[in-house]
T-cell receptor, first 109, second 115 residues
Framework: GQNIDQPTEMTATEGAIVQINCTYQTSGFNGLFWYQQHAGEAPTFLSYNVLDGLEEKGRFSSFLSRSKGYSYLLLKELQMKDSASYLCASMDSNYQLIWGAGTKLIIKP | GAVVSQHPSRVICKSGTSVKIECRSL??????MFWYRQFPKQSLMLMAT?????????EQGVEKDKFLINHASLTLSTLTVTSAHPEDSSFYICSVKGDRDYEQYFGPGTRLTVT
C-alpha cells in the first residue's frame, strides 16, 4: 500500500533550527514535495526533490534519500510566522500526490 | 506558476441542499484540475481528476453522483455537492496541473459547513 509517515506535532524555539522527518512508501516515485499550510488555508509549495541529496532555498532546505524512502525539511532561524503545518507528499507513478497528515509546528518565543 | 481562485471561500448550507464550488485558473490554460477534500487534522484526499471537455475520474470511495464535477472550459471547473449532509462538511481544495507532470498550483480552498 501507499503510506506517508511524519510526526504529528513538534515544538521549537524562535531563532532555532528544526528538522521535520518524513518516510514514504508509494507505488512508483516521481518526487517528494513539502508544503506549508496555515490553519484554514490551502497548502503552499515549499520544495520538490526527485534526486538524492540536499536542496537549499533560503532558510528552508529539503533532503531526499530514495533508497531509504526518507526525506526531511530543515527550517533555520525560526520565526513566529513559521508556525504552521508542514505536509510531506510523495508523487506516485501516476503523478498523483500521496499526502501525509502533516506536522504541526509550534514556535515558542 | 498559475494563479488559482476558488469561490466561495466559505459556505454554510442546510442539510439536503446542493452547493456549487468554483475553481478558476486565472492566467493558465488548465487542461487538468484536481479536487481534494481535507477533514480537520487529516491529510488531503484526492477526490477526482477533472479533464477539460471530458468526464472526471473519481477516486475509489467517492460517489460521482453526489460530487458532480464539470470542467467545461480551460479556466473553470466546478464541484457540486448534491444533497449535502453534515458529514460532507470539510475543506475543499482544487489545484491546476502545470506544464510539467509534477507541477500543481493550489486554490485557496473552500470551507463547507452543512447544518
Amino acid at each position: 500500500g501507499q503510506n506517508i509517515d511524519q510526526p504529528t506535532e513538534m515544538t521549537a524555539t524562535e531563532g532555532a533550527i528544526v528538522q521535520i522527518n518524513c518516510t514514504y512508501q508509494t507505488s512508483g516515485f516521481n518526487g517528494l514535495f513539502w508544503y506549508q499550510q496555515h490553519a484554514g488555508e490551502a497548502p503552499t509549495f515549499l520544495s520538490y526533490n526527485v534526486l538524492d541529496g540536499l536542496e537549499e532555498k533560503g532558510r528552508f532546505s529539503s533532503f531526499l534519500s530514495r533508497s531509504k524512502g526518507y526525506s526531511y525539511l530543515l527550517l533555520k532561524e525560526l520565526q513566529m510566522k513559521d508556525s504552521a503545518s508542514y505536509l510531506c507528499a510523495s508523487m506516485d507513478s501516476n503523478y498523483q500526490l500521496i499526502w501525509g497528515a502533516g506536522t504541526k509546528l509550534i514556535i515558542k518565543p | 506558476g498559475a494563479v488559482v481562485s476558488q469561490h466561495p471561500s466559505r459556505v454554510i448550507c442546510k442539510s439536503g441542499t446542493s452547493v456549487k464550488i468554483e475553481c478558476r485558473s486565472l492566467d493558465f490554460q488548465a487542461t487538468t484540475m484536481f479536487w481534494y477534500r481535507q477533514f480537520p487534522k487529516q491529510s488531503l484526499m484526492l477526490m477526482a481528476t477533472s479533464n477539460e471537455g471530458s468526464k472526471a475520474t473519481y477516486e475509489q470511495g467517492v460517489e460521482k453522483d453526489k460530487f458532480l464535477i464539470n470542467h467545461a472550459s480551460l479556466t473553470l471547473s466546478t464541484l457540486t455537492v448534491t444533497s449535502a449532509h453534515p458529514e460532507d462538511s470539510s475543506f475543499y481544495i482544487c489545484s491546476v496541473k502545470g506544464d510539467r507532470d509534477y507541477e500543481q498550483y493550489f486554490g485557496p480552498g473552500t470551507r463547507l459547513t452543512v447544518t
